[in-house]
Every structure is written in C-alpha cells, then in structure tokens.
C-alpha cells in the first residue's frame, strides 16, 4: 500500500465518520429572532401598505400555516402563492423584516429555510427560537407580474410551563 493511497483512505473514513457522528447529534435550534433585538423598542410607524396597483391580475397570497401563538423553539410554516396561475413569485423581492427600531432584515437568516416550486414558494423553519413576548414580522412580496402583497405576522412566544 502507498501513502497516497493510504492518506485517501483515511481521508475517506475520516469524512464517513463525521458524517455518523453528525446525524447522531440533536439538531440545534434556530435563532430567529435575537434577545438583543426584541430588547429594542418597537417600530413607532404602522406597516406601509402594499402598493395596491389597479389592474387585472390578483396579488400574491401570502399564507401563515402554523399558529402564532407558541412556545420556543416552534415551528414557523409560511406559504407564498403567485395572484394567477400563470405568474410566479419573485424571491429577489421578498422582504422579512422585524419590526423594531431600527428594523432588523430576517430574510438573510431564513434563506436557508426556502423551498422553492414551479408554483409556489414555502418557508418552513423548525426549531425556531425566540425570546418570550410579542413579534411583529412584516412579509412582503411581489409576482412576475409585478403585483405585491404585504402581511404583518404577530408572534406571539410563551413561557415553557
């Protein structure tokens, strides 16, 4: 045996022993929202509306698939469908931003989380952790066709009993 092939060898039981060692330990939680974040005082302006454009296409349907009232770490599920069957959901428009002062772009963080269809665009983050008390999180996005829709999602985080 030479050494080149002796070094691969290791190398490769090596990478197969992480990768073991890697399922067998628990995930860890996703910090979503920062304590020093929700420390900051919230956002005194109300949300902006939507740019609402009169024409004849729907607007986006942004959808909350799992409770808002919840305990840490929790499960945050977040459905985006185009208006008409035709268009698409532009993932260079979305914007997540929590709500404080100054406001904080969560979209960095949940990228990892997106899963993208030919039809529509899901968010699914599990083990999300956040400090307790309320969150406001403004969703906004926009179609190929450039008609946008904004939602503002109140979280709610409880004490674990």
């Known amino acids: 045996m030479t050494f080149t092939s002796y070094r691969r060898r290791l190398w490769i039981g090596s990478v197969i022993g992480f990768v073991f060692v890697g399922m067998m330990m628990p ?7 920062k304590k020093d974040e929700a420390a ?3 956002d005194p302006y109300r949300p902006k509306p939507s740019d609402r454009r009169a024409g004849p296409y729907p607007e986006p349907e942004i959808k909350i698939q799992s409770d808002t009232v919840v305990t840490s770490p929790f499960e945050l599920t ?15 428009s979305l914007r997540i931003i929590y709500r404080k002062d100054p406001p904080v772009n969560l979209k960095p963080r949940v990228d990892r989380f997106i899963e993208k269809s030919p039809r529509n665009v899901v968010i699914r983050i599990t083990d999300a952790e956040a400090p307790v008390g309320k969150h406001q999180i403004l ?10 829709t904004s939602r503002l999602v109140e979280l709610d985080v409880r004490a674990n009993r």
């Open 78 to 92: 977040i459905e985006l469908r185009p208006g008409t069957r035709a268009a698409t959901i532009n993932l260079d």
């Open 40 to 42: 900051r005082r919230d």
């Open 27 to 33: 995930a860890l939680a996703f910090e979503l929202i």
């Open 139 to 148: 969703i906004q996005v926009e179609d190929s066709y450039e008609q946008m």
